[in-house]
């Protein structure tokens, strides 16, 4: 049977604020399914275009698949959003990419022609579920020296890939973390973010962290706007004596969860859905898992070219600042100032945080707004380092390109 | 100290076992940079399974709460306030184990004052004000949003109404004055009145929004933040709040007018409680709200005072906890496993049992008769019953399949019974009948089956005499229309050991019924006293008293019908048969009517006509009464007929037919459906000093179901 592979676009995506994971955190005693299920029906909401029953796949990832994020969450999320049962719906995990991966792999569905639309975000409550909860390595990764033991400490490969990029100091990453909190800043004073989050309830019934009762959540919690060089100077490297990543070079533990909805161009056009990114190409890539900071550089590789586009093309970069180091080796490699306004324009991760599995859709989110706003811009990509050893890329195109006319 | 904290005070000390609610102000930025707010969340700490609830330190809580923003707002450093209710709950109203301590009328008041000085403050804040009823609202919990300028609705609220007439009281924190000011007298008399009186009915979100009570409705996935993002559109002025005008014309009388129709048609004058709301609805008409706060805390505090509300709080409590713990059942872990069961009988007794029993037990039930034909006619009425449910969705298509499957006739016992561990007779009301029954299915049930009787009247030790397992003989005796009587009498015969008895209190559990243990007496508790009650009417018609006369001097009393309409609904066939089983066992207390006789006789079912709209007598069954010439005044008939049912209560709690009067009354509300304000009977009868005068006693402590000393 012949097939014509069909254009795949972002329609649209939306995020809880982000929490910081622990018994202060906003999210404490919020759920994580909850989290998600708010973005899902946010995402509804804001595209009211969108019969729900042409929803062909939830798609939600999770890095720990236990508890509220057990269950195949894809699917119970959809039940409890209020989507119709004849909606199905799985989990997925990439770790830190699982958002991404969960649109590249509906997106893939899309093109194939198996799906119309879907929904693809993720969720992750490291307060509820800290990294590394139940795991159970298989001893022959040590034994057999398949990884080395700092594989599964991604501040220690943070720390590694400070080792392979030696000009890439403590200080250039400090400078790139003071940078990241000054354009979240700045991003939420011109009203680049809210407009994407969606207001979460909480509850809080434990008087040592704030007031008690029901609260609203409107902003991202971990932010530390007006953070300098000093302060980050001397805080603590508890990943390596005399190291160089600290809480304040690298994204924290926190809470929160996303959704994005992709469809195919004809589908999202045919129901007056806006169209705000094309899907270029999508790549993967593994490398040493000790050094996964450094996956997004030949995951981008591949993807360009799948695109038969260089990096010279790409105008606008989100790139998951997970370690300040992992954004600077990639900027590095490609011969990007470490200061270069097309990347991260709104800063990154080390600002709003990093709820694993729910990041990707976040760059998402953000590149979208930025290619509405710059439509000089014809190319832009989303990437992010994945715990042991790997990186994920996306190449979009903005619709709104007007470079040709 | 302000005067509200000093009321609080006085009464908090009145009632130290309060489950205290808290009430949390918690701030932050609304959406839309609508600016700085402050929520109030209602919590006492407990998950849903405790609702929160409103005693005098919860509300001084509430009252400090309003301070904090008072001042916040008087500053400017809020633009507006929220008040909502911890998961699954915004708050179910005044804590009534509170209210059944109260001895003293100033007392009551300061509880009716005390919450209205707390809640109004939220109408006079310098901020607008806002309720998100999130979860469960009844009572001062509904009152508290009504004082708010603002309310938004969860469509997943399962349980909102302002059950306060339904327990003898009036909605005292507002609600009778502030409920028809904002949706209108006719919407308000349905919710204070008309759904209180139909067995306290609850509205959903969806209908309290649909009323113009709430001005939002969201859905409960995230209904607080839709909430939230209204408030922050009405704040900014996005959103214009519309609400109906209401008629406070002649639309607003006749209003009032209904309510004390459905008043008069459900408690005929015999309980005051909707009377006194109608009354605060009827007055609120003018829109002075503080005059209707006040009458509210006058018609509160005599209420609380008043025999009828504790006989309804005590009526409350039976239902809500006697009813679900039985007293006098054994050890539950005895139950054995029921997951067959035989009905003996066709009939439609019978096929209603079937019916019951596989709704839910949902395990196989097998109905036998005498003929291929009754058993066919049994097994097609309780799947047409099963269609009727799938056209009414109260099932879906799978569970009718399911329940149908379940449901199957045989003429041998032997096939059916084999694997039944519960068998139940509905056969003709004769001993020898039902003894000839329980010996065939001995026969060929199982060792362990229990066998069940559901007689109204014979003898339960009896039917087993002749059994070689007597013990596991016990009655279930239900009540007609099965489907919608909650009580069932369970009913121990001489030999019937605790294992069977446990199974019996377990089967009921599932039946969701209420189970009351009676001991193998003649017609056990409703029968009993329901007959000796119809005997004595009859007793003074037959000597001369007019029927009007007969059927007026019970009126007071509020009952859910007048005797003979009640004869006429049991059937004057079986009345007249179950008098005379009463009357062979009790010949000098029970008497058999010879004008009833004659009545059966003749072959009518009953002894009102309804041509005229109104029921009149019957001149087929006027001609037939041969009466005396002693003619009663309706007080000395009351007096007659309340004397003989004290008496026949004292005779039973002697006998020991139940274990506590409370069993009595339990039986009389759920069995005869005898009203909350008469406490069941009891309460009334101590109240209304019939009970000193009959058996020199009262029935129960005084505070039990009465203010305390």
Not at chain 2, 398 to 413: I, Q, S, Y
Not at chain 2, 542 to 551: H, I, K, L, Q, S
């Amino acid at each position: 049977m012949p097939r014509t592979v069909r254009d795949v676009v972002f329609v649209d995506g939306v995020r809880t604020p982000f929490g910081k994971a622990g018994p202060k955190g906003v999210y404490h005693e919020t759920r994580a399914d909850d989290l998600v299920v708010k973005a899902i029906r946010e995402l509804l909401r804001r595209n009211p275009g969108l019969d729900p029953k042409k929803v062909d796949e939830v798609a939600v990832a999770a890095t720990t698949q236990i508890g509220d994020q057990g269950l195949t969450i894809g699917r119970t999320a959809g039940i409890l959003a209020g989507l119709p049962t004849s909606v199905p719906g799985y989990s997925i995990d990439r770790m830190c990419a699982g958002a991404l991966t969960a649109v590249t792999t509906v997106a893939g569905s899309v093109a194939f022609g198996a799906y119309d639309v879907a929904i693809a975000g993720g969720v992750e409550h490291m307060g509820r579920h800290p990294m590394g909860e139940g795991v159970d390595p298989n001893p022959r990764f040590v034994s057999e020296k398949l990884v080395d033991e700092s594989a599964l400490f991604m501040g220690m490969t943070a720390e590694n890939l400070h080792d392979r990029y030696p000009t890439i100091t403590k200080l250039r990453a400090d400078e790139y973390a003071v940078r990241s909190q000054e354009k979240a800043a700045k991003a939420y004073a011109n009203g680049k973010i809210q407009a994407d989050l969606v207001p979460v309830s909480v509850r809080r019934t434990d008087p040592a962290s704030g007031e008690t009762g029901w609260g609203l959540v409107t902003a991202d919690e971990p932010m530390r706007p007006g953070t300098t060089l000093e302060n980050l100077a001397n805080l603590k490297t508890p990943f390596r004596v005399h190291g160089r990543v600290t809480a304040g070079n690298a994204a924290g533990l926190n809470d929160g969860a996303t959704a994005s909805l992709i469809a195919s161009e004809d589908f999202a056009r045919e129901n007056g859905l806006p169209v705000k990114m094309r899907l270029i190409s999508y790549a993967f890539a593994g490398v040493e898992p000790e050094v996964m900071g450094y996956g997004p550089i030949p995951a981008t590789e591949k993807a360009l070219a799948q695109a038969g586009l260089s990096i010279s093309d790409i105008g606008l970069f989100e790139i998951n600042e997970a370690f300040a180091v992992q954004v600077l080796a990639f900027l590095e490699h490609y011969g990007i100032a470490d200061d270069d306004e097309r990347v991260n324009q709104y800063g990154g991760a080390i600002a709003f945080g990093h709820p694993l599995a729910s990041s990707g859709v976040r760059l998402m989110t953000q590149l979208a707004r930025q290619f509405e706003e710059q439509p000089h811009v014809r190319y832009g990509l989303t990437t992010m380092c994945v715990g042991f050893g790997m990186g994920a890329t996306v190449i979009w195109e903005n619709p709104h390109f007007e470079g040709d006319k | 100290m302000s005067t509200t904290a000093e009321l609080l005070k006085g009464a908090a000390e009145l009632f130290p076992g309060e489950v205290v609610t808290q009430a949390h102000v918690r701030h932050f930025d609304l959406p839309l940079g609508a600016g700085r707010f402050a929520l109030i969340t209602l919590d006492n700490g407990h998950d849903h399974t405790k609702p929160t609830t409103l005693g005098p330190q919860s509300l001084a809580n509430i009252d400090a709460a309003i301070d904090q923003v008072e001042k916040e707002a008087a500053d400017g450093g809020i633009v507006g306030v929220g008040v909502t209710g911890k998961p699954f709950v915004f708050a179910v109203g005044a804590d009534l184990k509170g209210v059944e301590l109260l001895k003293r009328h100033e007392d009551a008041v300061a509880i009716g004052k005390g919450g209205h000085d707390v809640f109004k403050r939220l109408s006079t804040l310098a901020v607008p004000t806002f309720a998100y009823y999130n979860g469960a609202a009844m009572g001062g919990g509904v009152e508290i949003g009504l004082h708010c300028a603002y309310r938004t609705v969860s469509a997943a609220v399962p349980a909102f109404s302002l059950p306060e007439v339904f327990l003898g009281l009036v909605p005292g924190w507002g609600g009778c004055t502030l409920l028809p000011n904002l949706i209108g007298a006719d919407k308000a008399v349905t919710v204070v009145i008309e759904n209180s009186l139909n067995q306290n009915k609850q509205l959903k979100g969806g209908q309290v929004y649909d009323l113009g009570i709430a001005d939002a409705l969201f859905e409960g996935a995230d209904f607080l933040e839709q909430s939230l993002v209204w408030t922050a559109s009405v704040l900014k002025g996005e959103i214009a709040v519309e609400r109906p005008a209401i008629d406070r014309g002649e639309g607003w009388d006749q209003a009032v007018a209904r309510g004390r129709s459905i008043a008069d048609s459900k408690v005929h004058g015999a309980a005051p409680a909707a009377y006194r709301a109608l009354d605060i609805i009827a007055a609120a008409k003018d829109g002075d709200l503080q005059a209707g706060f006040d009458a509210e805390d006058q018609a509160l505090a005599d209420l609380i005072m008043s025999g009828e509300l504790r006989a309804g709080l005590y009526a409350f409590n039976l239902v809500q906890k006697r009813g679900k713990r039985p007293a006098g059942a054994p050890d539950k872990n005895l139950a054995r496993p029921v997951t067959k069961v035989g009905v003996v009988g066709a009939g439609l007794m019978a096929s209603q049992l079937a019916l019951l029993f596989v709704r839910r037990l949902e395990v196989p039930v097998v109905l036998t008769d005498i003929d291929q034909e009754r058993v066919d006619k049994g097994v097609g009425y309780v799947h047409a019953e099963i269609d009727k449910l799938l056209l009414k969705d109260r099932i879906n298509r799978d569970k009718a399949n399911r329940l149908k499957a379940l449901v199957t006739g045989v003429l041998d016992k032997a096939e059916g019974f084999a694997d039944a561990d519960f068998v139940i007779e509905a056969v003709f009301e004769e001993i020898g009948v039902k003894q000839q029954v329980f010996a065939e299915v001995e026969a060929v049930a199982p060792a362990h089956a229990i066998l069940a009787t559901n007689t109204s009247s014979l003898s339960v030790s009896e039917m087993a005499s002749k059994l070689r397992h007597p013990e596991r003989v016990v009655g279930f005796h239900f009540f007609n229309p099965v489907a919608v009587l909650p009580l069932l009498e369970i009913v121990r015969g001489e030999r019937t050991d605790d294992a069977s008895l446990a199974t019996a209190f377990a089967v009921a559990r599932k039946l969701k019924k209420t189970a009351v243990l009676v001991k193998d007496a003649p017609a056990f508790v409703v029968n009993r006293i329901l007959t000796r009650f119809m005997g004595e009417i009859q007793n003074v018609i037959d000597e001369g008293t007019p029927v009007e006369v007969a059927e007026k001097a019970v009126e007071p009393l509020g009952l859910p019908m007048s005797p003979l309409v009640l004869l006429e609904l049991v059937g004057p066939a079986i009345g007249l048969h179950v008098s005379e089983t009463l009357h062979r066992a009790f010949p000098d207390r029970f008497t058999v009517s010879p004008n009833l006789k004659a009545v059966v006789e003749a072959g009518k079912r009953g002894f009102y006509v309804y041509d005229s709209g109104k029921p009149e007598l019957d001149p087929e069954v006027a001609a037939l009464l041969k009466q005396g010439d002693t003619v009663l005044t309706e007080e000395q008939v009351r007096d007659r007929v309340l004397d003989a049912v004290a008496q026949e209560i004292g005779l039973m709690l002697a006998e020991g037919v139940v274990a506590e009067a409370q069993d009595i009354d339990l039986c009389l509300i759920t069995g005869a459906g005898w009203p909350f304000h008469l406490g069941g009977v009891t309460p009334y009868l101590d109240r209304a000093g019939v009970a000193e005068r009959v058996n020199g006693k009262r029935f129960l402590e005084p505070g039990v179901a009465s203010v305390p000393a």
